[in-house]
């Protein structure tokens, strides 16, 4: 039991294959929502077609789900989701930033849009 806690195995070892093979089993086959590492802004909500989040800066950020996924990011796709967003809340609104939010595969999902105070 103490060579295991202290580990003194020599690499190349059939322990330390199996050490390597759990470690790399673990990265591979745990799902990356167990982790729960992406912020809130980026989490797109499967009911709501905008969710208003604050960012770590107090900033207010407005995810906004596009109704179909696109592979490519364009200036017009960001303007109209942008315009989504304004009749969303009824008033104009001039974003600070708009970031895309892609899906595993690299489909634009959503855009976070971070709202002028």
């Known amino acids: 039991m ?3 806690l202290l580990w003194t195995f020599d690499r190349g070892s059939f322990q330390w294959d199996v050490m390597c093979l759990l470690i790399l089993a673990f990265l591979f086959l745990i799902p990356r929502h167990f982790f729960q590492d ?3 802004f980026m989490k797109v909500s499967a009911t709501e ?4 989040t604050v960012d770590k800066n107090g900033n207010t950020v407005f995810t906004v789900k596009l109704d179909t996924p696109r592979f ?4 017009e796709l960001r303007e109209a989701t942008a315009g989504m967003l304004q ?4 008033k104009p609104v001039r974003p600070l930033n708009v970031q895309p939010i892609r899906d595993w595969a690299g489909r634009v999902i959503a855009y976070a849009i971070w709202k002028e105070r």
């Open 2 to 4: 103490k060579r295991h």
């Open 38 to 40: 992406v912020p809130e």
């Open 49 to 52: 077609s905008v969710h208003k």
């Open 72 to 75: 490519i990011d364009t200036r």
């Open 87 to 90: 009749a969303h809340l009824g």
